[in-house]
DNA sequence: TATATACTTGAGCGATCACTCAAGAAACCC
DNA sequence: GGGTTTCTTGAGTGATCGCTCAAGTATATA
């Protein structure tokens, strides 16, 4: 049993880099030189790393929604169900470290929906796993009292995801104040 | 002075049929080939008729908007204003002859901004060109005493515009009931 | 230190990209 | 019909696409 010399790279950095190349500039705008020049590994090495565009693609969706799964799941430890849904929309668009403003998932989807493409539909599956988060959080904050109960829990987290996606688009833009959507978002869930 | 043989396309229809090639796959997504079979035009012709890719890309974007807003008035004229900013986000994903139900113009935008693209500045400024349109209905509707005058009518327009698109982008998933949300949309604006 | 194993390198593959251009076909005025 | 001009055609341009693979290098065990 012999043991060979090991990666001169660390995994999980180089799939966050790419994450952010493939957020930024889309699946067709980022050609494996991108990739190459930025993640410094020549063809070979990608290839025997990740085995493909596509591949290195899905792992970086995955990394991409797990940790939007777990900010929201963190937001909501510490400030309770109602208040992290007010405060989210605030915090994603200020969000700093982002290359990019807009949602991965929704990008991905709206680029590649047409082409049938299963990057596609993997975008899909996260981004209703994020609005059955929603419609968690908006159930527990109906059960603690600080929502009427008369609204469906599912229809709120379907609008708020929705105005997050637009909320996040609209931030990319110059001509838009995102911090007044992003407040008038957050009052919405006070009329609740 | 001689006159010789006219095209045998009927230029505007090809701009439309481009038009929702390019609306439904995208910038890159959207190939030399594509548009030649489409548009049934060889290459010699197509660059005689457009100049290149990104000229007629322009001209669908051109044409796209001009019919946005001129929809959008149309309705303003039949309905007033009010009335018409109900209307239109579920008119907006239950046009049956659209290609798609995401915005144009925030797919392209969302596409090429990173690019620093010519095309993404194109889209940026139909988009406030449409945000405008919705201010200035708005203002109408509170001259009208429809809406009450304390609200900014900008920041409602801003926000209106932000909650359309991610209504088009929800549209185009199937596990989101899109006419709930664009009615939810609607009964927001009686609130106002 | 010798050897086995895996990692790194980079030239280069076929396919496709946006695009060009020369030659032939068609429609107009005289 | 003759002559001129434009439109149509499609083979072909260089560049880039995602990707392969054989050769070279480094690191582990024995």
């Known amino acids: 049993m012999l043991m060979p010399r090991k990666p001169a790279y660390d995994r999980e ?6 994450r952010d190349i ?9 050609s ?8 410094k590994l020549k063809p ?16 970086t969706l995955e990394s991409y929604a797990n940790e939007g799964v777990a900010r929201i799941k963190a937001l909501a430890e510490n400030l309770g169900p109602k208040e992290a849904l007010k405060a989210q929309p605030r915090l994603v ?8 403003k807009a949602c991965m998932l929704a990008k991905t989807y709206a680029e590649l ?7 596609a539909d993997q975008a899909a599956r996260h981004m209703a796993e994020m609005k059955a988060c929603f419609a ?8 603690a009292g600080d929502i009427r109960s008369e609204h469906d829990p599912d229809r709120l987290a ?7 996606l637009g909320l996040r688009l609209s931030a990319e833009r110059k001509d838009v104040n995102a911090l007044e959507i992003a407040a008038d978002i957050a009052s919405d869930i006070d009329r609740l």
Request: charged residues 30%.
């Open 13 to 18: 950095a180089l799939i966050a880099k790419a």
């Open 22 to 30: 493939f957020w930024r500039q889309g699946w067709a705008g980022t």
């Open 32 to 39: 494996l030189k991108d990739l190459e020049r930025e993640l």
């Open 44 to 59: 070979g090495s990608f290839y025997a790393a990740f085995g493909s565009k596509d591949a290195l693609y899905a792992l």
């Open 93 to 100: 668009i200020e969000a700093i470290e982002n290359p990019t």
């Open 113 to 119: 929906q047409a082409k049938d493409h299963e990057l």
């Open 136 to 143: 968690e959080l908006f159930r527990s904050a109906q059960d």
């Open 158 to 164: 379907a609008r708020y995801q929705s105005d997050i």
